[in-house]
């Protein structure tokens, strides 16, 4: 018996079909959302590091939740105002599960997507919290780096440039600064989700339900 014919009769897998693997195909698709909700995604997805297609293949591809979206938004229009064109690459499956979806319940693709959506907003507001947080425990980082600076200059002054306990020192404080550096350009990365207003987006919300 062959090493494959072990490895086939000891695990049962399940099978992939060639439609699991044709619904992972990227497609382009456009839709007319707010402002809001397109820098909902935007933000989560440039804040976590995350790629766009992926977060909203993740809002979307969950078929009991685009119903449950569906039957609140059933024969709901969506009004044009203030409502942008917007393309993004996604899944075929994603897109297959929100036509779907729309057709059986007679509800607005756009209004789908926007409705899905509000499922980022504790994401944002728990990020928006720890994004100050860290702009606090910054300023503590600050002092104490300024501290091993002060500490590296007097063992300077006190040991001379050849010795080892200052090679080391200056190891250590290249090292912290290296670290420092990150951590400062993350914070200034967190700038985009301080100024996004949650509530906006909750109001938008709401508004499709009427």
């Known amino acids: 018996m062959s090493a494959n014919e072990k490895w ?3 695990i049962s897998l399940p099978q992939t079909t060639t439609s699991d693997l044709r619904g992972r195909q990227s497609v382009r698709a456009t839709f007319k959302l707010t402002e809001e909700c397109i820098g909902a995604i935007s933000i989560v ?8 297609k992926s977060l909203f293949d993740h809002l979307v591809e969950d078929m009991s939740s685009l119903k449950a979206i ?5 024969n709901t229009h969506v009004h044009a105002q203030n ?4 393309t993004f690459v996604i899944s075929r499956k994603s897109l297959r599960s929100l036509e779907t979806v729309s057709k059986s319940h007679n509800a607005p693709r756009d209004s789908l997507v926007e409705f899905s959506v509000q499922r980022l907003l504790p994401i944002i507001i728990n990020e928006q919290k720890r994004h100050q947080a860290r702009k606090k425990i910054r300023k503590e980082i600050v002092t104490h780096f ?39 350009a993350f914070i200034e990365r967190g700038k985009l989700i301080e100024d996004f207003d949650p509530e906006m987006l909750k109001r938008m919300i709401e508004t499709l339900k009427k």
């Open 83 to 86: 409502r942008v064109q917007k």
């Open 45 to 52: 997805a440039t804040h976590l590091g995350i790629k766009q």
């Open 70 to 74: 569906a039957r609140e938004l059933k």
């Open 146 to 184: 300024e501290a091993g600076k002060a500490l590296l200059s007097r063992v300077k002054n006190a040991l001379g440039t050849e010795d080892p306990v200052l090679s080391r020192m200056t190891a250590l404080m290249m090292s912290y600064n290296n670290t420092f550096t990150a951590i400062d």
């Open 8 to 10: 086939t009769i000891g």
